[in-house]
């Protein structure tokens, strides 16, 4: 359990005021201390091409105290943004700040992309016969650009384990989100979260684009999925929850996914694992309870999905997540 160091890296550039968001969201997630959710929080260090440079932005003035090398010694590098000049094959970014991303993976740090960004990854080789995403906008370039990625256009973040990529705006902090959540636990990036008043975890793999957002009067899908959520510890079928809507199978299918990106049986499972996560979190019970209570059944079917989808068993997670006291009440 722990934060660590992160790099954000600003290309001395311009950027347009469209890209601010994703600079915005990780110094949001990153760059302010957080300590009451968890002490220590993360390091963040802005980093340039040329320290003390100045990125002329209409309304905005970017200053990176920190040059290339120190690359070579944070826990996690963030490409956040990379102007739309070298994203389209005019320019080719700076060969020094490429070198520093390679010897900086290759150290082992975690690598992160947001939106465009992943173009800077994609130069330094990192991406090579790797699953990669960016904003829907750019992944026709991507992949023209770069043939050797396996570029997905329709996902929302891509974690390949120590390189992780990310569509723009909201699924660049939807994947800041899930970096907290695998450092810090599920506690603390739901906590995060409420606090950024977005959604607790979306799935990686959800769609980008939906074709509406859930709300209350979503016809009928809003109030079945908060009530789902408060029963999770029953079995729950899609027959279950489309007659719960008053739609039929098949209407169901098709409203949840054009509300949420996602199918009835995945959105299902991402709750229960979410549900599971906090559990073994916050509670000391045993895991065959806590894999009740999520609705996964058995503790061989909780430590089947754990493995699958997280990469570890509940029992090294809890250990990883120890409880640290009384756990505010959860946003819905």
């Not at 902090?173 to 907290?180: P, S, T």
């Not at 074709?211 to 279950?240: F, M, N, S, Y």
């Not at 806590?290 to 493995?307: D, K, Q, V």
Request: with cysteine; net charge negative.
């Amino acid at each position: 359990m722990t934060a660590g160091s992160v790099a954000l890296v600003v290309i001395d550039d311009a950027i347009s005021m469209w890209d601010m968001y994703e600079l915005g969201i990780a110094t949001a997630v990153f760059g302010v201390a957080h300590t009451d959710l968890a002490d220590p929080w993360y390091e963040l260090r802005l980093v340039g091409p040329r320290p003390g440079a100045s990125a002329p932005v209409p309304g905005f003035t970017l200053n990176a105290p920190y040059g290339l090398e120190e690359l070579d010694k944070v826990d996690t590098v963030i490409v956040p943004v990379v102007p739309e000049s070298y994203t389209n094959g005019g320019r080719e970014l700076p060969a020094e700040l490429l070198d520093a991303l390679r010897r900086a993976a290759g150290r082992g740090a975690r690598m992160v992309s947001l939106c465009n960004g992943v173009f800077a990854l994609a130069a330094a080789g990192l991406l090579d016969g790797r699953p990669a995403t960016a904003h829907w906008e750019h992944t026709r370039e991507l992949a023209e650009l770069y043939p050797q990625v396996q570029v997905d256009e329709s996902v929302l973040y891509v974690d390949d384990g120590d390189v992780l990529t990310s569509a723009g705006l909201s699924g660049g902090l939807d994947l800041c989100l899930h970096i907290v959540r695998r450092d810090l636990g599920a506690r603390v990036a739901n906590q995060l979260a409420r606090r950024l008043v977005v959604p607790a975890h979306r799935p990686g793999g959800q769609a980008q684009y939906v074709e509406r957002a859930v709300a209350v009067t979503d016809d009928g899908i809003a109030p079945v999925l908060h009530w789902a959520l408060e029963h999770l510890d029953q079995p729950l079928t899609v027959e279950d929850l489309a007659a719960r809507a008053g739609m039929s199978v098949r209407s169901f299918h098709r409203n949840l996914r054009a509300a949420t990106g996602t199918s009835p049986m995945k959105w299902l499972l991402h709750q229960r694992l979410a549900r599971a996560q906090q559990l073994l979190e916050t509670t000391d019970l045993p895991v065959d309870q806590i894999s009740e209570r999520s609705g996964l059944g058995s503790a061989n079917n909780l430590r089947h999905h754990f493995a699958a989808h997280l990469g570890v068993a509940p029992t090294e997670y809890r250990r990883a997540f120890p409880c640290s006291g009384p756990v505010p009440a959860l946003q819905r």
